[in-house]
């Protein structure tokens, strides 16, 4: 009976020490997934399943992590350069940032998490680890109450947003909006429309000029330059609306006020310039 025990006594401790190996495991293999360079595509899959079993606070403390092991002084106090605030910026490059992205893997609950802690590379990150499909209006609206910056707002506007259902609708609404970055996420969005979704009809992108020509007006920097780009990418999407573009262009460009006259003459010079030429002579 003294041997049972004893033997009973063994199995239970070595069950207890196998089972922390494979808890100490797999938190491991979920702090790789954070942290180490792209894998092949099996090998990241099974890490980011690893990654997205732990719990959110830990999962939001490997990918801030992962944010500052890649950052750099010097790359954060260049960032004032561009016009982006640094106050709670790592110094993380774009690049660095869409590797993390595709190391994580999709995650919803962190993206928010990341959004919430309002540092700039966290929230450039939470773009992509999103998924637009399920992106509802209200967190469309609510994100875009939060940008303060050009490069946050477009990034959503380009990685994320573009590719929700809800986007033209967006377009619309945020165009009316007189908060800056709003009004200036509309048209970045109508930019990434031209880019991204190839089944829109020309009506709809028609329907965009129509709005770059009635806000043209506002002589705010960053949204005179996304008016501008949606403008310019309209232009570059297929011949008829090219056709478009150049119409609106010259209206705006022969303007008695200074926003709409250089949006005009902005977009007239890349749109009849020869990259704009060749482009266009490629499709169908």
Not at 16 to 33: N, R
Not at 83 to 109: C, H, S, T, W, Y
Not at 274 to 283: I, M
Request: glycine share 2%; charged share 30%; aromatic share 8%.
């Amino acid at each position: 009976m003294a041997r049972t025990a004893t033997t009973d006594a063994i199995t239970r401790t070595a069950g207890k020490k196998a089972a922390a190996k494979k808890t100490v495991a797999k938190k491991a293999a979920a702090k790789k997934a954070a942290t180490k360079p792209l894998a092949p595509a099996s090998e990241r899959k099974a890490a980011q399943a690893a990654f997205a079993a732990l719990p959110l606070p830990q999962r939001l403390a490997q990918a801030l992590d992962a944010l500052r092991a890649d950052a750099s002084a010097d790359y954060r106090d260049g960032m004032a350069r561009f016009a982006i605030p640094n106050e709670r910026a790592f110094g993380v490059p774009m690049v660095k940032i869409q590797a993390v992205a595709k190391r994580l893997g999709r995650d919803r609950a962190l993206a928010d998490a990341l959004w919430n802690s309002a540092w700039y590379e966290a929230r450039l990150l939470a773009a992509y680890l999103d998924d637009p499909a399920a992106v509802s209006a209200a967190q469309m609206d609510r994100w875009a109450r939060d940008f303060d910056n050009w490069a946050v707002c477009d990034t959503v506007c380009f990685a994320l947003f573009d590719r929700s259902p809800l986007a033209w609708r967006k377009i619309e609404q945020w165009a009316r909006r007189e908060d800056e970055f709003v009004r200036r996420a509309a048209f970045a969005l109508l930019a990434s429309k031209s880019v991204h979704d190839k089944q829109a009809s020309d009506a709809e992108f028609l329907h965009g000029l129509e709005l770059v020509e009635a806000y043209a007006f506002d002589e705010r920097n960053f949204v005179k330059k996304a008016v501008n780009w949606a403008l310019r990418s309209i232009g570059k999407r297929n011949a008829a609306l090219h056709a478009a573009a150049l119409r609106t262009a010259t209206r705006l460009a022969a303007s008695a006020q200074a926003a709409p006259r250089w949006n005009g003459k902005n977009a007239l010079r890349e749109l009849n310039g020869p990259a704009t030429a060749r482009r266009l002579s490629r499709k169908p």
